[in-house]
């Protein structure tokens, strides 16, 4: 039966149009973005105090509530000279060639190939095994000869395009570039993660020299108060006021603060190593811009902290976790499309002859083409494991992503409850370091007028030094409380999506026309 070419034409059409709707279809779960579980209002929101957190739009630049200039330009410089962020910057590019690569599966791939070959029939034998040349004597002496060139070498020279292109039947090219996407937005979260730790990182550090440096400052006050507390016992002894033993306490104690100052001044030199080597310098290059003692900066007033429901939006450990859940998603309908036929549509055209002008003649050519159907019969449950296996790491990342919401929580909330007892804790010393200040006053007078013991005005000297030590460490600790609230809240990395930061090479920053994608 003859078939018409409309008729034929028409089934090739209809084929086409059904191998186009197959491969709009995706097996596997369809990702749906989860929704934590979160409180209306963070549990420890009842602080007192000048700070008392607020449930108010958290400030992406917090680092600037500080009001400390110098903070905010070493932040700056760290956000574009850090080493550790430079390289989770280069994992983005990573996973963004992986996405390319991806996407690469949904084209035909077409390749050239050209050969010279030099080959040897072999065709004389199983001529003459068959009787052949025993006829081509009887039939044709000529015939002979002509036998004979067939069985010469020949050079063959070809020239030809290979393509392929498997049809996507089942989805798992788009999962495949679903899965891309999202291990690409872990890559971006990865660089926020690290962005935010550098931020509190360069905020803690720098609090940790003006604090060092700040109870240097105190405590170099006491050391001069006990040097005249010294000087004014051995005149007293001089004058036969006072005895020697009063003298030798008196140096006991001024002896006993001088000891405590090496230990501020070793964390002087490490905080300013610190901060050198954050932005991407080596150890003592800020020495010259640092050095100069500063007070330690002041609490902000507002400390606003937002509200639990918008904490997995903020953190970046939270968002990452959410792209592996939907990554992990994805891999299940790489998997099942596993389990499905695979359809490729393949073809060749290329010239051949052993004559090389001849390539470019219309008879040298050569041609195939069709399609090639491959169905998965037995794989000893290789497959199936792979489908299970593909649930079972949904599923840990389904806990994986609860438990990082659950971590971000209660990171807030142990912030917040040391913030507002340190705050607590400040208010308390200084009080007492008030109170202790007028009893030094009053046993210091009566000493002079000799109305007390040397004793008496010895203790209330050691007491208040002890007690501003405490209260400038409780402040110190205050600010550090504040810095890890902060990170905590996940902010900071919001305005610094579109930086291009320069990339680095093994010697430091390359040119400054190379920048990192």
Same mark, same amino acid.
């Given at each position: !039966?003859?078939?018409?070419?409309?008729?034929?034409?028409s089934r090739?059409?209809?084929?086409?149009?059904t191998?186009? +709707?197959l491969?709009?279809?995706?097996?596997?779960?369809?990702?749906?973005?989860?929704?934590?579980?979160?409180?209306?209002?963070?549990?420890?929101?009842?602080? =007192?105090? /000048?700070?008392r957190?607020?449930?108010?739009q958290?400030?992406?630049?917090?680092?600037?509530?500080?009001?400390?200039?110098?903070? =905010?330009?070493?932040?700056e410089r760290?956000i574009a000279?850090?080493?550790s962020?430079?390289? +989770?910057?280069? #994992?983005?590019?990573?996973s963004?060639?992986q996405?390319?690569?991806?996407?690469? +599966?949904?084209?035909?791939?077409?390749?050239?190939?050209?050969?010279?070959?030099?080959e040897?029939?072999?065709?004389?034998?199983?001529?003459?095994?068959?009787?052949?040349?025993?006829?081509? =004597?009887?039939?044709?002496p000529?015939?002979?000869?002509a036998?004979?060139?067939?069985?010469k070498?020949?050079?063959?020279?070809?020239?030809?395009?290979?393509?392929?292109?498997?049809?996507?039947l089942?989805?798992?090219?788009?999962?495949?570039?679903e899965?891309?996407?999202?291990?690409?937005?872990?890559?971006?979260?990865?660089?926020?993660?690290?962005?935010?730790?550098?931020?509190?990182?360069?905020?803690?550090?720098?609090?940790?020299?003006?604090?060092?440096?700040?109870?240097?400052?105190?405590l170099?006050?006491?050391?001069? &108060?006990?040097q005249?507390?010294?000087?004014?016992?051995?005149?007293q002894?001089?004058? /036969?006021?006072?005895?020697? !033993?009063? &003298?030798?306490?008196? $140096?006991?104690?001024?002896?006993?603060?001088?000891a405590?100052?090496?230990?501020?001044?070793?964390?002087? #030199?490490?905080?300013?190593?610190?901060?050198a080597?954050?932005? /991407? *310098?080596?150890?003592?290059?800020?020495?010259?811009?640092?050095?100069?003692? *500063?007070?330690?900066?002041a609490?902000?007033? #507002?400390?606003? &902290?937002?509200?639990?429901?918008t904490?997995?939006?903020?953190?970046?450990?939270?968002?990452?976790?959410?792209?592996?859940?939907?990554?992990?998603t994805?891999?299940i309908?790489?998997?099942?499309?596993?389990?499905?036929?695979?359809?490729?549509?393949?073809?060749?055209?290329? !010239?051949?002859?052993?004559?090389?002008?001849?390539l470019?003649?219309?008879?040298?050519?050569?041609?195939?083409?069709?399609?090639?159907?491959?169905i998965?019969?037995?794989?000893?449950?290789?497959?199936v494991?792979?489908? *299970?296996?593909?649930?079972?790491?949904?599923?840990?990342?389904?806990?994986?992503y609860?438990?990082?919401?659950l971590?971000a929580?209660? =990171?807030?909330?142990?912030?917040?409850?040391?913030?507002?007892t340190?705050?607590?804790?400040?208010?308390?010393?200084?009080?007492?370091?008030?109170a202790?200040?007028?009893?030094?006053?009053?046993a210091?007078?009566?000493?002079?007028?000799?109305?007390?013991t040397?004793i008496d005005?010895?203790?209330?000297?050691?007491?208040?030094a002890?007690?501003k030590?405490?209260a400038?460490?409780? $402040?110190?600790?205050?600010?550090?409380?504040l810095?890890?609230?902060?990170?905590?809240?996940? /902010?900071?990395?919001?305005?610094?999506?579109?930086?291009?930061?320069?990339?680095?090479?093994?010697?430091?920053?390359?040119?400054?026309?190379?920048?990192?994608?």
């Open positions: !039966m003859n078939v018409s070419p409309l008729f034929r034409h090739i059409a209809t084929l086409m149009v191998l186009l +709707a491969s709009g279809c995706s097996v596997g779960p369809d990702y749906q973005a989860p929704k934590p579980v979160t409180p209306a209002a963070f549990n420890d929101m009842q602080g =007192d105090g /000048g700070s957190p607020q449930a108010a958290t400030n992406p630049r917090w680092w600037k509530s500080f009001r400390d200039p110098q903070l =905010d330009s070493l932040i760290a000279g850090n080493i962020l430079q390289q +989770a910057v280069l #994992r983005i590019a990573g963004r060639q996405l390319n690569q991806a996407r690469g +599966a949904w084209f035909p791939s077409v390749n050239a190939n050209a050969s010279l070959n030099r040897q029939l072999g065709l004389k034998g199983e001529l003459e095994s068959n009787g052949v040349y025993d006829q081509a =004597d009887q039939l044709n000529e015939a002979r000869s036998l004979d060139g067939l069985n070498p020949v050079t063959l020279y070809q020239g030809s395009f290979d393509a392929s292109w498997e049809i996507d089942w989805g798992k090219v788009r999962r495949q570039v899965m891309a996407k999202a291990q690409q937005q872990q890559s971006i979260e990865n660089r926020n993660d690290a962005l935010v730790s550098l931020e509190a990182e360069v905020a803690r550090t720098y609090l940790q020299l003006r604090g060092a440096q700040s109870i240097s400052q105190t170099q006050s006491q050391i001069d &108060v006990a005249q507390t010294l000087e004014l016992t051995q005149s002894q001089r004058n /036969g006021l006072a005895p020697q !033993m009063d &003298v030798e306490n008196a $140096r006991a104690q001024l002896n006993s603060l001088k405590q100052l090496p230990q501020y001044q070793a964390q002087m #030199r490490q905080a300013m190593n610190g901060l080597v954050l932005i /991407g *310098k080596p150890p003592g290059a800020l020495d010259a811009e640092l050095i100069q003692p *500063k007070t330690l900066p609490l902000p007033q #507002r400390v606003p &902290v937002g509200i639990p429901s904490l997995a939006r903020r953190r970046p450990d939270v968002r990452e976790a959410e792209a592996q859940l939907h990554a992990a994805a891999n309908g790489v998997s099942v499309a596993q389990l499905f036929p695979d359809l490729s549509l393949t073809g060749q055209f290329g !010239m051949r002859n052993t004559d090389a002008s001849y470019d003649n219309w008879s040298s050519n050569f041609y195939s083409f069709g399609p090639s159907l491959s998965p019969i037995f794989q000893g449950g290789r497959l494991s792979s489908v *299970k296996l593909a649930r079972a790491e949904q599923a840990n990342a389904a806990l994986g609860r438990q990082t919401v971590t929580l209660q =990171d807030v909330e142990n912030a917040l409850v040391s913030y507002r340190d705050q607590q804790q400040v208010e308390g010393l200084d009080q007492t370091v008030d202790l200040q007028n009893a030094f006053n009053l210091n007078d009566s000493y002079r007028q000799g109305l007390s040397f005005a010895l203790d209330a000297q050691r007491q208040l002890q007690a030590q405490q400038a460490s409780a $402040r110190v600790q205050t600010s550090l409380d810095v890890a609230l902060y990170k905590a809240l996940g /902010g900071g990395w919001e305005l610094y999506q579109n930086v291009q930061l320069p990339n680095y090479s093994v010697f430091g920053p390359a040119g400054s026309g190379s920048k990192t994608p």
